[in-house]
Structures are given as structure tokens and as C-alpha cells.
């Protein structure tokens, strides 16, 4: 009988120091390391690049540097990992890294992944065709019987068998490991279209010999929201990754940029107060500071600010904001209020 109730009391305290672990706060571990860890893609421009210093830039990379402000008060409290999408997944489980940034989609089977949980849509795309002009095709409905160029990926062949199929037209695959030897043999005209993400097709065709002869088709097929990857078993640190994002909205939507910073902070307006921490005490509640969204601004800018730097009209890949613009101005994004 004792060794039994022994034996149920050394279960529990296993089951309990496990749970333990897999709940441990997030953000204490980042706070006593004193820096975030992302994980993100090697090279994804306008993402996630590296310039000859070795100086990292792009949306993924301000969104890392945004959370460390949020923690830190201070954006450079922030190291990168170039990962696969795969070794990203292992390393976020295993606690290598604190969040993953790459181009995974969000998904119910990715959701449902273990271990791992997507906690906020920073960033909405789909997958699109670049054409050849000549060919004067003006919609996707158009593109039966194409020969058709991408890099070997799961997802972009479903989402063409899906779109494809439904439509009952048909396509042949011509299929390469390389982005370069893709874009290379549509532009030979071993095919005659390209499709990939939406927002890496315009930095695709202005790298083409005659960007003019060719022209980008205004459909997606396909709904590609991609944002931050957190463990699951972590509330409050998913919290803070989810409002990071949703203070760069709000502070846009209420026309707070990192220009205006400081004039805005003594501006009466009660949700900018709010949001810059000069009313009530938002941010103690998930762990930060006052000033946390104001730290945020500072360092990194509103979701315009990053947006433009990165990836906008002035950028190699020449985005405009389409479903990426506010709700207000007919986007899809939206930061729930600050109160």
C-alpha cells in the first residue's frame, strides 16, 4: 500500500515539474537572457535579408525588433536565426527560439501542429501569376491549357490543383528547385506563366530583362495569412507577440508614426493616451510596461512605417497596401482598441 501511494505521489510530482516546463513564461526567459530570439528565413527580401554588414532589415525583421521593444524598451535587444521552415518549427518547439518568422501560412493543419500556435495575421498574401504581356491574358479564368513555372512546393501545387480542378481547366507543371532557374525559364519561354506569393512576383518581374513585357495578374487563388509562430502552452507570451502587432495597427489607424512620436504623447486625444501609456496601465497587465506600444513607435514605427520601409511602393518589391491597408481604408487589417 506504500509503495503504491509512493508510486502515485512521484507520477504526479513528474506530471506536475512537466507541466511546469512546458507552461514556463516566455517572456521571464527572455528577460533574464536580456535579448528576443526570432527565428527567420535566410533570404526572403523585403522579410528577412542581410546586407554586406551583415545588418539585418525587412517586415519579419522590424516585427522581431517591435516585440524586443515591447520587452525591452529597446529594439536592438533582438538576434536572428536563419532557419528552413522546418528547422524553424523544431527550434521554436525545442525553445531555441522564442517566436518564428517565416512564410508558413496559417492554416488549421499548421495550427493544429504540436506544440506550436499561430497568434496574429501580420501579414496577408496569395498566390499569384506573372504573365507574358503578349499574351493578353487579363484574368486568371484565362489560363487554361498554360504551362506554368514555380519552385517544387507542396502548397503552390495544391493551391493550383485546387483553383485548376474547380474551374476544370487544364495546366502542365514545369517544375525547378531554384527560384532563379524558375524565373529564368519563364523568361526563355520554356513556360508561360510564373506563379508564386503574390508580394515576391513584382520583385521577380523587375529583374527580368524587359520588366514592361510582362505583366502581373490581378487575382490570387489562394488566401496566404502569414504571422508570428509562438508555443502554444504560453498565454501571456502570445498576448504580447498578438498586441505588438495590434498597437502597430492602432497607432496607424490614430495617426501616432515614429515622426510624430513625441508630439502625439501630449496630444489629449484619450486613445492615443492610452495607447502611449500616459493613461491607465495597459501594458502591466500582460507583463510590459507603461510605455510599451510607445517603446514600440520609438524604435521600430506604426504598421505603415514598417510597411513602406520594407516592402512598398519605393521597395525592390514595389507592394502596394491593397488587403494589407487598414479596415478603414477597405484592408483587412484591424487593431482591436486599446481600453
Known amino acids: 500500500m506504500l509503495n503504491t501511494l509512493l508510486s502515485v505521489l512521484v507520477s504526479l510530482f513528474i506530471l506536475g ?7 514556463a513564461a516566455t517572456l521571464d526567459d527572455v528577460k533574464n537572457r536580456g535579448w528576443l530570439r526570432c527565428g527567420v528565413p535566410p533570404e526572403q527580401p523585403g522579410f ?3 546586407d554586406q554588414d551583415d545588418v ?3 517586415l519579419h525583421i522590424d516585427f522581431c525588433r517591435a516585440v524586443a521593444a515591447a520587452v525591452f524598451g529597446d529594439g536592438s535587444n533582438a538576434r536572428f536565426s536563419p532557419l528552413t521552415l522546418r528547422a524553424g518549427y523544431g527550434a521554436l518547439r525545442s525553445g531555441d527560439i522564442d517566436i518564428l518568422l517565416h512564410d508558413s501560412t496559417w492554416t488549421m493543419a499548421a495550427d493544429a501542429a504540436h506544440g506550436t500556435s499561430f497568434s496574429v495575421v501580420t501579414f496577408y498574401d496569395g498566390q499569384g501569376f506573372l504573365v507574358h504581356k503578349d499574351m493578353a491574358i487579363n484574368s486568371t479564368l484565362e489560363l487554361s491549357g498554360a504551362s506554368i513555372c514555380l519552385v517544387s512546393d507542396e502548397t503552390t501545387r495544391s493551391n493550383l490543383a485546387d483553383y ?6 487544364e495546366y502542365v507543371l514545369v517544375e525547378f528547385d531554384k527560384v532563379s532557374d524558375a524565373v529564368g525559364a519563364y ?3 520554356q513556360c508561360n506563366v510564373y506563379t508564386d506569393r503574390s508580394s515576391r512576383l513584382e520583385a521577380h518581374r523587375r ?3 524587359d520588366p514592361e513585357a510582362h505583366v502581373i495578374l490581378a487575382d490570387s487563388i489562394s488566401k496566404e495569412p502569414i504571422g508570428p509562430v509562438t508555443r502554444d502552452s504560453d498565454g501571456q507570451w502570445i498576448n504580447i507577440v498578438r498586441w505588438t ?3 502597430m495597427l492602432d497607432a496607424e489607424e490614430l495617426g501616432v508614426s515614429q515622426a510624430n512620436l513625441e508630439e502625439m504623447k501630449i496630444a489629449e486625444n484619450p486613445p492615443v493616451k492610452r495607447l502611449l501609456g500616459s493613461e491607465g496601465a495597459f501594458g502591466e497587465a500582460i507583463g510590459l510596461s507603461r510605455e510599451w506600444a510607445f517603446n514600440i513607435i520609438r524604435e521600430v514605427g506604426n504598421y505603415a512605417d514598417t510597411f513602406d520601409r520594407n516592402v512598398g511602393a519605393e521597395t525592390a518589391l514595389g507592394l502596394t497596401r ?8 477597405g484592408g483587412l487589417h484591424y487593431g482591436p482598441p486599446i481600453r
Open 245 to 247: 502587432h495590434f498597437a
Open 207 to 209: 529583374r527580368l530583362s
Open 187 to 189: 523568361e526563355a519561354g
Open 17 to 23: 515539474t512537466g507541466a511546469g516546463v512546458t507552461s
Open 56 to 58: 539585418w532589415s525587412g
Open 322 to 329: 491593397g488587403q494589407n491597408a487598414l479596415w478603414v481604408d
Open 164 to 169: 485548376f480542378g474547380s474551374n476544370k481547366m
Open 48 to 50: 528577412a535579408a542581410r
